[in-house]
């Protein structure tokens, strides 16, 4: 059960459920369909109906496996806990949820052995207790967690309303020309590669601002550019820093990013050194993007929150090589 908090005021019920959820959207309309939703005690029949503030909603969620089980032996760095929000500050390599391919090990389960009251709540969804976003597995740096179903309905509201910041440095191949821009390109699956993100005109909106921090000639030209989300797309600035032909070091998934873009605004130009052989020490081994800063409001005061995180040893290690 969850009270539609102000940032959701309007929205369809399918979409209400999916943010709520974690589901996707296709999963949260079929569960309307399914006359599993309720609003206000009533079930809902419209995936189109729009919920005010303060309506009650109530999801029948279908039957799942058991829920992710606790380990304790998971490396957690928390950088702020109380009884509402917890936020960490996840390193490369750990994946935030169990899932295929990954049923153990994951900071979910960390998370449920170092907070086993999130474990005794009751979540929409028990397979991603209190996940509010995510970073890819090779991605460091900040990260929040609701710590109780209400604070997660009212996280994941200031992510819809996108007041939320989160900024990450990231370096990338060739000399970002421009001193800041936006790449305002709509991103979907690949169809060659269902499990790739690219830039396509049919994709959902996707919006990233950058500015550059720093370039650098030698041992090749690169560029650490700070970049900020509107939206909070899978992989979206590695596919949005590829398609203006800068693809993030270390990514060999994204990078043979092209120069185009559709929709594409305020684009960094030159370019791209994408298929440039790699100087010895400038190799992290996954990609060089982490997230830096995490600022929201908190859930039950209300109060502003702002977090910071330096860059990790492995990171710095690449980038003392550049001069």
């Known amino acids: 059960m969850i009270v539609v908090p102000a940032g959701l005021d309007g929205q369809r019920i399918d979409r209400v459920v999916s943010f709520v959820t974690g589901r996707p959207r296709a999963d949260a309309a079929a569960m309307v369909d399914d006359s599993r939703v309720r609003v206000d005690g009533a079930i809902v029949t419209s995936r189109s109906r729009k919920v ?5 909603v109530e999801v029948d969620l279908p039957p799942e496996p058991e829920g992710p089980q606790r380990d304790v032996g998971v490396d957690l760095v928390v950088v702020h806990a109380d009884e ?3 936020v960490v500050d996840k390193p490369a390599g750990l994946v935030v949820h169990p899932g295929a391919g990954n049923a153990a090990g994951t900071l979910v389960n960390g998370l449920l052995g170092r907070f086993p009251d999130m474990a005794a709540r009751t979540w929409l969804d028990a397979g991603r207790p209190g996940i509010v976003h995510r970073l890819d597995k090779g991605t460091s740096g900040l990260l929040m967690v ?10 994941s509201a200031q992510l819809q309303a996108r007041t939320v910041e989160r900024r990450y440095l990231a370096l990338v191949w060739g000399s970002v020309e421009a001193a800041d821009g936006v790449v305002d390109a709509p991103i979907g699956r690949s169809v060659s590669d269902p499990t790739r993100m690219t830039v396509r005109a049919d994709g959902r909106r996707a919006v990233t601002r950058y500015e550059v921090v720093t370039r650098w000639a030698t041992p090749q030209p690169t560029t650490l550019v700070r970049c ?3 939206t909070g797309r899978t992989h979206q600035i590695r596919v949005h820093l590829a398609a203006i032909g800068h ?6 998934r994204y990078r043979a990013g092209g120069r185009g873009g559709a929709g594409r605004r305020g684009a960094a130009g030159g ?9 010895p020490g400038m190799g992290p081994g996954r990609p060089f993007l982490h997230a830096a800063v995490l600022g929201f409001d908190h859930p039950a005061s209300g109060e502003r929150l ?4 330096e860059l990790p040893e492995d990171l710095e290690v690449v980038r003392r090589t550049l001069a």
């Open 228 to 230: 900020a989300l509107e």
């Open 146 to 155: 609701a710590r109780t179903p209400a604070a997660l309905g009212d996280l």
């Open 271 to 279: 370019r791209g050194e994408t298929n440039v052989a790699v100087a």
């Open 247 to 252: 693809p993030v070091v270390g990514d060999a």
């Open 84 to 86: 509402h929000v917890i």
């Open 52 to 56: 005010r503030t303060g309506a009650v």
């Open 306 to 309: 702002r977090f910071e995180s």
